[in-house]
């Protein structure tokens, strides 16, 4: 049996597991408390245990991830959410992230789960075009400002505004790329 490490869903408030892999990994989904599942290790004595957020995506849902189900091309919104869900993932010490659909049709297939979702890139495969989503800049700019080897430091945001932030020393002690 995989062993697992409990942790309470957002959406259920039900402890759900995230799958913990024979090298130490553990595999929580993005959807969850990512923070509670950083907490429950640091707690058990398992702070250098590799985190990496899975089964992030848009569009499965028109209730949760407007206007409707599938691609929705150009959408800024869709984008924002996904830079929202990379940063609190960061900030609940995720060290690695990913989507389970980097790149779909114009239709936002196919998936494995057979439902038609949005993705960072759409390529039309009547009309051989690929567009780069809003996704996929939110993506970029995270991966280019924070290099692999990066650490997470601490940082004091203001009170007075709802903006979502991080900060990364890279390991040439940068904070952005040279």
């Known amino acids: 049996p995989i062993p697992c490490v409990p942790w309470q869903s957002q ?8 799958y913990k892999t024979a090298m130490g990994n553990v595999l929580p989904n993005t959807y969850s408390n990512l923070q509670q599942t950083r907490e429950w290790l640091d707690k058990n004595d398992a702070e250098e245990v590799f985190v990496i957020g899975t089964e992030a995506c848009c ?3 028109s209730v949760l991830c407007p206007p409707s189900a599938g691609v929705s091309l150009n959408n800024w919104n869709r984008g924002e959410m996904y830079g929202e ?3 609190r993932c960061l900030n609940a010490s995720v060290n690695a992230w990913t989507d389970w659909n980097m790149v779909l049709d114009h239709n936002g297939g196919p998936n494995w789960a057979g439902n038609m979702c949005d993705a960072p890139i759409i390529v039309n495969t009547e009309t051989n075009t690929v567009t780069y989503q809003p996704m996929f800049y939110f993506m970029a700019h995270v991966s280019r400002y924070i290099r692999p080897g990066a650490y997470r430091v601490g940082m004091t945001k203001s ?3 709802r903006l979502l932030s991080t900060a990364f020393i890279n390991p040439d002690g940068s904070l952005r790329p040279r």
Do not use: C, H, K
């Open 85 to 87: 869900e990379l940063i």
């Open 59 to 61: 569009g499965f849902s």
């Open 11 to 18: 959406t259920s408030g039900q402890w759900v597991p995230a």
């Open 159 to 161: 009170q007075d505004t």
